[in-house]
C-alpha cells in the first residue's frame, strides 16, 4: 500500500519569503501526485496535480511543486507567500491502478506579518 | 466551485445516541468518500462507494455504516456513538477517472461526552 510522509507538521515564515513543504511517498511505477490546502473551518481543495509529462507542475495562488521520480518527492514550493496562505497543506497520492488517494499529515503553514 | 454539502457543521451529543451525519453533492459524481480528520493526523478513508448500491469499508476500521441508495447522497451512520468517535468527518467524491481530484465537503465535527 501506498504510503505518504511529509516531514513537517508545522513551517512559520515570514511575509513575502519564500517556502517549501516536502512530501514523499512511497515508490511505485506509477503514481498520480496531488497537494490539497484545507484553509480553517472548510473542506480540502485542489493546489495542482502531477499526471505526467513536466515535473514541474504549476496550481493556484501561486504554487509550484516538483515531481521527482528518484527521490519519490513532490515538494510543494511558493517564491513569496502571503499572510492569506496561512492554512493546512496535504500532499496526496494516488497508484495508477487504484481509485482511492492516500493522504499524508499535512503541514501547517503559517505566515507572519 | 465545490457542490459538496455536509450537515450539520458541528455536532454535540452524549454517549450513547445514534446519529447520522449527511452528505450530498450536485454533480453526479459515481463515486464518493468518507475520511476521519484528526489534528496532526493523516486522512484516514473509512468509507467509499463506486456507485448505488456499492460500499466498502476503508483502511481505518470504524463502527460506522453508510448507505448508497441515491447517486447524490451518502450518510454515514453511528448506531452508539462513543467518546472515542469524536472527530473531524470529511465527505469527498470524485468523477470517473484515476486522475480525477476530489472535490469535499467542508466537513462535520463531531463532539460526543
Known amino acids: 500500500a501506498q504510503s505518504v510522509t511529509q516531514l513537517d507538521s508545522q513551517v512559520p515564515v515570514f511575509e513575502e519569503a519564500p517556502v517549501e513543504l516536502r512530501c514523499n511517498y512511497s515508490?511505485?511505477?506509477?503514481?498520480?501526485l496531488f497537494w490539497y490546502v484545507q484553509y480553517p473551518n472548510q473542506g480540502l481543495q485542489l493546489l495542482l496535480k502531477?499526471?505526467?509529462?513536466?515535473?514541474l507542475v504549476k496550481g493556484i495562488n501561486g504554487f509550484e511543486a516538483e515531481f521527482n521520480k528518484s527521490q519519490t518527492s513532490f515538494h510543494l514550493r511558493k517564491p513569496s507567500v502571503h499572510i492569506s496562505d496561512t492554512a493546512e497543506y496535504f500532499c496526496?497520492?494516488?497508484?495508477?491502478?487504484?481509485?482511492?488517494?492516500?493522504f499524508g499529515r499535512g503541514t501547517s503553514l503559517i505566515v507572519h506579518p | 466551485e465545490a457542490d459538496i454539502y455536509q450537515t450539520p457543521r458541528y455536532l454535540v451529543i452524549g454517549t450513547g445516541k445514534k446519529i447520522t451525519l449527511e452528505c450530498s453533492q450536485t454533480?453526479?459524481?459515481?463515486?464518493m468518500y468518507w475520511y476521519q480528520q484528526d489534528p496532526g493526523m493523516e486522512l484516514h478513508l473509512i468509507h467509499y462507494?463506486?456507485?448505488?448500491?456499492?460500499?466498502e469499508k476503508g483502511d481505518l476500521s470504524s463502527e460506522s455504516t453508510v448507505s448508497r441508495i441515491r447517486t447524490e447522497h451518502f450518510p454515514l451512520t453511528l448506531e452508539s456513538a462513543r467518546p472515542s468517535h469524536t472527530s473531524q468527518y470529511l465527505c469527498?467524491?470524485?468523477?470517473?477517472?484515476?486522475?480525477?481530484?476530489?472535490?469535499f465537503g467542508s466537513g462535520t465535527q463531531l463532539s460526543v461526552l
Open positions: 469527498a467524491s470524485t468523477r470517473r477517472g484515476r486522475d480525477e481530484k476530489l472535490f
Open positions: 515508490s511505485s511505477v506509477s503514481v498520480y
Open positions: 502531477y499526471l505526467s509529462g513536466s515535473t
Open positions: 496526496a497520492v494516488r497508484d495508477g491502478g487504484s481509485y482511492i488517494p492516500t
Open positions: 454533480m453526479g459524481h459515481d463515486k
Open positions: 462507494s463506486y456507485g448505488v448500491n456499492s460500499t
